[in-house]
């Protein structure tokens, strides 16, 4: 299977963070003088070809550009927590939507989080979408994908990690109250049914973003921009 990026502010931030495409395919009747610059600089010719070719290659909004990669690398979480900064790991549980884990790798990027995780089993991975929507953060932000993640959270309190997850719930404080003065993994759980049972069992912290409005939640990826985005502001 290939790996597609697509889209022009993509396509234009990957390359300009020195990641050397396989293949590169422009519309032909389109104009892109700054990609084709950055793909002779890496000694990369672009191909242009039909649109029909193009829409064949990847599902969305390619605006003309598609860029074929080696794959989407991953790493691990023993390698995020070793190279950790900022202390502020995102952990998603069973996160399907392509469209909010990029927009939560973008969010990452902004708060210089240290890696996001994601589930092999019944979770989005890193993909065309992915990639698309976090407009460059893929290629930034480190992403583990683990097989358990009642494990991975264990793992991250044995190395000095608070678990903290976003929930709704009479045990859960409001978003900004809690102590974020120490590392920090966030989760997040999927679209429909929030965190799971089991992972909700890891977390020391349950925190709750409260709804003014006639609407009772906000969309997974909303939800984790206001909750790093507070937790970097009141680190200051």
């Not at 395919?25 to 000694?43: A, T």
């Not at 210089?112 to 989005?124: E, I, L, Q, T």
């Not at 890193?126 to 990639?131: F, G, I, K, M, P």
């Amino acid at each position: 299977m290939k790996d597609y990026i697509f889209g022009r502010n993509t396509v234009t931030a990957t390359l300009k963070q020195g990641t050397k495409p396989k293949h590169v395919y422009l519309f032909n009747k389109g104009n892109y003088p700054e990609i084709v610059s950055l793909c002779k600089e890496m000694g990369v010719r672009p191909q242009f070809v039909d649109k029909q070719v193009l829409d064949r290659m990847v599902k969305g909004a390619h605006q003309g550009i598609v860029m074929e990669v080696e794959g989407y690398e991953y790493t691990d979480i023993e390698t995020i927590v070793a190279n950790a900064q900022t202390k502020l790991i995102v952990v998603c549980d069973q996160l399907e939507d392509p469209h909010n884990l990029g927009a939560i790798l973008r969010s990452c990027d902004a708060v210089n989080a240290d890696g996001v995780v994601v589930g092999k089993n019944r979770s989005v991975g890193l993909n065309a979408t992915v990639a698309k929507v976090s407009t460059g953060a893929i290629n930034t932000v480190p992403v583990a994908q683990v097989t358990n993640l009642v494990q991975t959270l264990n793992y991250l309190k044995e190395n000095g990690y608070w678990v903290v997850a976003a929930e709704n719930g009479v045990d859960a404080v409001e978003y900004d109250t809690f102590n974020v003065d120490v590392p920090i993994a966030l989760v997040v759980g999927s679209e429909g049914k929030g965190v799971s049972r089991l992972v909700k069992k890891e977390c020391d912290i349950l925190t709750t973003i409260p709804m003014h409005g006639t609407v009772n939640s906000l969309n997974v990826s909303v939800a984790t921009g206001i909750l790093l985005f507070d937790i970097v502001r009141r680190r200051k």
